[in-house]
């Protein structure tokens, strides 16, 4: 188990460049399959989550390669396999993407019940149905879910329920292809969303309004491969805003989409920072004071988003007075119990914590819960006395590429042990799931 030992107490300072979306560049992948022949796919982050879908895609039969830079040709001539390996989907939640890829084109998926972080129970119900309506017939057999369509795919309207982010994505993927035209409503409104359905016309699909309530499909035939640039990581830069913050800095982000953090940017604003554009994709934030209380509360986007709640805690943690924080998407407070550790003050009530702010943190050994939680406890690291050893740290690869390196080019002091493996190589190392 890799651990990061991080040496708190420096102010961060200067510019680092944010990735590609993870979670655009796992749909995206899968998309890529949907046609025959070479699709070329830029900035796809090079993070374990993404090496884990590069992995089942060819279990699948298909082609992917990655080169420096974070090009990624996906070929998906060859894809003849139904039937997508436990071990590998059981690591995360987007890995069922593959589930609306094979359906479209091959009309049958036998693709396990996946895992992710474990942020309380994550059924797939919705996609399940969603699949059904499209004329998908399903049944749960030894953990996987069968799915056949010997007659095709058919679209109509779909109601997507409580407006899930990869429901949208898994009908979109398997609606590219349907005979006739698939309505979503209540789709989700992530900028990924709407990026996955940027690549899907690209490659000569007819998707329309993603981005919006209502996303129309009309099947076409057959797709063509194409090239496309994902958009920027607004997670990866929310946690780098926080690590400015946190630590009464000043950082640069470069190449970032300001628009799609404007809910997170205004609770940052309203704690006390300095945001301002530094170009057409930076943005500037710098901190001088502890941070004032705030009123958080998650929601799909354009509401804060819930991938942010956690490191938002590490930053009102230290804040002059009591913040709370109701999170409504996801059951995500296990590191709450770490944070304490470090001498915060938090009560959680059901879905709500109550974050009382305290003058400083202190060091101590951790646990990384999850991803984002993992995260949050090195931004909490960065502020507090003397060291914190983040453990289980493989969590938090699963969706930052090389965080530790980006922190130190700012200034902060965090060495990674990892007693397997000296060297990180995203092509070598296989990903874990939370
Ligand atoms: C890989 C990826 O992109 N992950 C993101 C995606 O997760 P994910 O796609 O899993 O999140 P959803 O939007 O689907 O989940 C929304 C809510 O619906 C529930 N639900 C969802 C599907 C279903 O079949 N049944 C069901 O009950 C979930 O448990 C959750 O309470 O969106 C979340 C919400 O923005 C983000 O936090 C995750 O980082
Ligand atoms: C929760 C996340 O990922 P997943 O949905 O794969 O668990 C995340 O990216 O914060």
Avoid: W
């Amino acid at each position: 188990m890799a651990r990061l030992l991080v040496e708190g107490g420096r102010r961060l300072q200067g510019e680092v460049e944010i990735d590609g979306a993870k979670n655009s560049a796992l749909p995206i992948m899968a998309a890529a399959g949907l046609a025959e022949g070479e699709s070329v796919l830029e900035r796809i982050p090079p993070t374990t989550d993404v090496t884990t879908m590069a992995q089942i895609l060819r279990e699948l039969g298909m082609s992917v390669s990655f080169s420096p830079g974070g090009t990624c040709v996906i070929d998906g001539s060859r894809l003849r396999h139904h039937r997508a390996p436990y071990d590998l989907v059981r690591r995360m939640r987007a890995s069922f993407y593959v589930a609306g890829l094979l359906l479209a084109r091959l009309g049958r998926a036998e693709v396990p019940l996946p895992g992710g972080c474990a942020l309380g129970s994550r059924p797939v119900d919705f996609h399940m149905r969603g699949f059904e309506q499209l004329g998908a017939r399903i049944r749960i057999e030894h953990g996987y879910m069968i799915a056949g369509a010997p007659r095709g795919l058919h679209g109509r309207p779909v109601l997507v329920e409580r407006a899930s982010v990869g429901t949208t994505v898994n009908l979109m993927l398997a609606a590219a292809l349907a005979e006739g035209t698939t309505v979503l409503e209540n789709a989700a409104r992530e900028p990924e969303v709407a990026d996955l359905a940027a690549f899907l016309n690209r490659m000569g699909a007819r998707v329309n309004g993603a981005g919006g309530p209502t996303v129309t499909i009309e099947g076409v035939r057959t797709l063509h491969p194409a090239r496309h640039a994902v958009i920027a990581d607004r997670v990866e830069a929310g946690t780098f805003l926080v690590a400015a913050a946190i630590t009464r800095g000043e950082v640069t982000l470069r190449n970032v989409t300001p628009e799609h953090l404007q809910a997170a940017l205004r609770k940052l604003e309203e704690a006390g920072a300095r945001v301002e554009p530094a170009g057409p994709d930076a943005l500037r934030l710098a901190m001088d004071d502890r941070p004032s209380p705030l009123e958080v509360e998650t929601a799909p986007y354009p509401g804060f988003p819930t991938d942010l709640h956690q490191p938002m805690v590490a930053l009102l943690s230290l804040a002059r007075g009591i913040s709370t924080i109701r999170e409504t998407i996801f059951d995500r407070f296990r590191y709450v119990d770490e944070l304490r550790r470090m001498g915060a003050h938090i009560r959680v009530d059901g879905q709500r914590a109550l974050v009382e702010g305290v003058e400083r943190l202190t060091g101590a050994p951790v646990e990384a819960p999850d991803l984002r939680g993992g995260a949050a406890l090195v931004l909490a690291g960065l502020a507090a006395e003397g060291r914190t050893e983040v453990q289980s740290v493989e969590h938090v690869d699963r969706g930052y590429d090389r965080f530790e390196e980006k922190l130190n080019q700012l200034g902060a002091r965090i060495r990674r042990v990892d007693p397997d493996r000296p060297a990180r190589d995203h092509t070598l190392i296989p990903a874990m799931g939370c």
